[in-house]
């Protein structure tokens, strides 16, 4: 069964304190896993997309990686306006081919000026 | 930049009744999805919609669900007889492709309240 898990549940950081989020994937065969950004009563928006092991993205203070297992999402120098919940997604290969998003459970991460 | 809306935000109702979501996705994409949350759980997929018809459905997705693209820019999913376990957020989203190069891109959600 392809599933997701995502580490740790909640992540306190001091402004300008780097750390990395993990999401840990087991699926048949990756198409692509995906990072959204969760802020409180919003959808996920978009941030990236990787697509085989070794690849990495960046966008701001956000760096992207990706493994044959996981991914982590490095946060370096954070500022409270990164305080969200980020949520890791897996697309599978399958028979369905449907474009089908399998979530993780999201790590909330607050950042205190 | 062009987003995915849904109406409406918040949508209370009795238990039994019918409900009606409704999504206005990206409009040069093809493909669409609901997704649901329940309070404190992770985000669940319900349905894939292309090409008016349904491509892949969840186990959730059971006959009390439909969905319907009724014109050229709504994309709507109903629920025949709420319960009370229905009650969660629910997220339309659209891609331009359903590969992943083509990532889907969500609206701000409904919150159902079932009573």
């Known amino acids: 069964e392809d599933q997701v898990t995502q580490s740790p549940e909640a992540l306190r950081l001091q402004e300008g304190e780097s750390s990395s989020l993990n999401c840990s994937y087991t699926?048949?065969?990756?198409?692509?896993l995906f990072w959204y950004r969760q802020d409180p009563g919003k959808g996920p928006e978009f941030l990236f997309t990787l697509y085989s092991a070794g690849e990495e993205k960046e966008k701001e203070r956000l760096k992207a990686t990706l493994t044959k297992k996981e991914s982590f999402l490095h946060i370096t120098a954070p500022k409270p306006e990164d305080s969200a919940t980020y949520l890791c997604?897996?697309?599978?290969?399958?028979?369905?081919?449907?474009?089908?998003?399998?979530f993780g459970q999201g790590t909330t991460l607050q950042v205190k000026p | 930049e062009p987003e995915v809306t849904q109406t409406p935000s918040h949508q209370v109702t009795q238990m039994g009744q019918e409900v009606i979501l409704r999504c206005v996705p990206i409009?040069?994409?093809?493909?669409f999805y609901w997704y649901r949350q329940i309070l404190g759980q992770k985000v669940e997929f319900l349905v894939s919609f292309y090409n008016n018809e349904i491509s892949e459905k969840s186990e959730i997705f059971d006959d009390q669900f439909s969905v319907e693209r009724p014109d050229g820019s709504n994309f709507t999913l109903k629920i025949r007889s709420t319960k009370l376990e229905d009650s969660a957020m629910y997220f339309c989203?659209?891609?331009?492709?359903?590969?992943?190069?083509?990532?889907?891109?969500f609206g701000d959600g409904t919150r159902l309240s079932i009573l």
């Open positions: 989203a659209s891609s331009e492709a359903r590969g992943a190069n083509q990532p889907q891109h």
């Open positions: 997604a897996v697309q599978a290969y399958g028979s369905s081919n449907t474009g089908k998003l399998i």
């Open positions: 409009s040069n994409h093809l493909y």
């Open positions: 699926v048949s065969g990756l198409r692509g």
